[in-house]
């Protein structure tokens, strides 16, 4: 039957309480030792608040005893009278406390003489002639110049006194710190030698628990754990049992771990597939939808052209061709690519200034963007459609004053693209069968393809992390809001989309 050596609670138990005993012990020296200097320092502090206590009852008495002999004013009387009391009450209390100190007995006597004078002037100063009054009142003057003097030669010994007291502290400050040190430092000793016994009875089973898990962490399982004779505690002899019986389940769980982790790996496997499939069949959608847009916005640029070429002869019509087809040769170039927001907007504004030419002086473009955001990830162009629809069906009525504005501004880590315009807009109801529309899943027979590509091109970038937006008013207008996040654009593909817009140009 294996001995446990008590619990591992009451050791700990011990162990502090020991400790706590120790620094009780070595603290309460500390501050007694202390305290006996701070008390002889405060006598001599409290000492010399006499002093201060009778110098400010001299001035006091002085000030107002100055004003009562220049106005004679029985208002400074009273005043007169208290402040002789606290004086002579003041210099009694000192001659008290160091009854053997010269200056403080010449003092004394100095204040007997200087306050009985005093307080026979303010009894008979009514009475008296006015040379008679000043001259006592002169001869009061001497004694408190006297008074001043002497008052020189006690500071110095209250200030002497304070010295002498303040290093007597000090040097039995000194003398108890070193009892104590070496008290702190036998006791210390012996605590050292209790605390190796204790942490010698835990950590010893410990370590042989701690040698077996490293074998069994090593995948050795050819021997078996042997509990000690004497475990230390009775924690540590439930411990050697459940180690013993870890080590006979462990092998089997291991086992079964491995052909779960196995099993794991596949189903991951197959899970990024499955996501790289999702992702393709994405792209390829957005792909598609594109290919849906480009005949009908070539068919839009050709009926441009045909009609130029009715109205006009040929030189601008030429120029006119030309643009369209730098602007086609972009656009098929870019199929499924992520560009920079700066160079989708100069796309636009391409697209922008072909339409200008068919719409004339009717409809005003703005195209701006913050110098922040124009390296900001996007997809080919998404922006088209949305002004495509702006000119086309809402300001397709507009004789005058039509105005087509397209703003991209950076907020923190997203970038909000707006798209207004001044058109004939549409109701509530119709806005929202139309948001319902474009976020539902594309069908091969579906209208309004460039809104719904839009979306799909957003979602298939940006995940979740984008928003699509449509405010619309009849008669007012309608104003397009995404916002996005801010995927900054890396020097390789700065470099690239710099190089085709050489090439485009």
Request: aromatic share 8%.
């Amino acid at each position: 039957m294996r001995r446990a050596g008590g619990s591992l609670r009451a050791k700990l138990f011990a162990l502090c309480l020991c400790v706590i005993l120790i620094m009780s012990l070595l603290c309460g020296l500390i501050l007694f030792s202390e305290y006996q200097a701070i008390v002889s320092l405060t006598g001599s502090l409290n000492s010399i608040d006499s002093f201060y206590l009778f110098s400010s009852s001299l001035t006091r008495f002085d000030q107002t005893f100055n004003l009562y002999a220049n106005s004679l004013s029985r208002i400074y009387l009273e005043d007169c009278y208290d402040l002789l009391d606290a004086l002579e009450r003041t210099s009694r209390e000192m001659a008290e406390e160091f009854p053997d100190e010269v200056s403080i007995a010449e003092n004394q006597a100095l204040i007997g003489e200087y306050v009985s004078s005093s307080r026979a002037l303010l009894d008979e100063g009514a009475a008296l002639t006015e040379p008679e009054f000043w001259n006592r009142y002169d001869g009061i003057r001497a004694r408190l110049h006297q008074i001043d003097a002497n008052l020189r030669e006690m500071q110095r010994f209250y200030l002497g006194n304070i010295a002498s007291t303040s290093d007597d502290s000090l040097d039995f400050w000194r003398v108890q710190m070193r009892l104590s040190f070496m008290v702190a430092a036998i006791c210390l000793c012996l605590l050292l030698v209790f605390i190796d016994w204790i942490i010698g009875s835990i950590t010893s089973p410990v370590m042989r628990l701690a040698d077996y898990a490293k074998r069994i962490a090593g995948g050795d399982f050819s021997r078996r754990f042997t509990a000690p004779a004497r475990a230390g505690s009775e924690e540590i002899a439930l411990l050697n049992d459940a180690v013993a019986y870890m080590s006979e389940t462990i092998e089997r769980q291991m086992q079964a771990l491995q052909d779960k982790i196995e099993l794991s790996k596949r189903l991951h496997a197959l899970e990024i597939q499955n996501m790289n499939i999702q992702l393709s069949l994405a792209e390829k959608e957005m792909q598609l939808m594109q290919s849906m847009i480009n005949p009908h916005f070539l068919f839009n640029c050709l009926s441009t052209v045909s009609g130029m070429a009715v109205l006009e002869n040929a030189p601008r019509t030429r120029d006119i061709s030309i643009r369209i087809a730098r602007y086609l040769r972009s656009t098929i170039d870019l199929v499924g690519a992520r560009i920079t927001l700066g160079r989708e907007l100069e796309l636009l504004r391409q697209y922008l200034y072909i339409q200008s030419l068919r719409l004339g002086e009717r409809v005003q473009t703005n195209v701006q963007c913050d110098p922040q955001c124009e390296s900001a990830r996007v997809p080919a162009m998404f922006l088209q459609p949305i002004a495509e629809n702006a000119v086309v069906h809402g300001l397709r009525d507009c004789v005058s004053g039509g105005k087509l504005s397209v703003t991209a501004v950076r907020l923190s880590d997203s970038v909000e693209v707006v798209v207004s315009d001044n058109g004939r807009g549409m109701s509530r109801v119709r806005v929202s069968e139309l948001l319902e529309s474009i976020h539902a899943p594309f069908q091969g027979s579906q209208k309004r393809i460039g809104l719904h590509s839009v979306v799909s091109q957003l979602d298939s970038v940006f995940g979740e992390g984008y928003s699509f937006d449509m405010e619309s008013e009849q008669g007012v207008g309608t104003t397009v809001r995404i916002r996005f996040a801010l995927f900054m654009q890396d020097a390789a593909e700065r470099r690239s989309n710099m190089a085709g817009r050489d090439n485009q140009f």
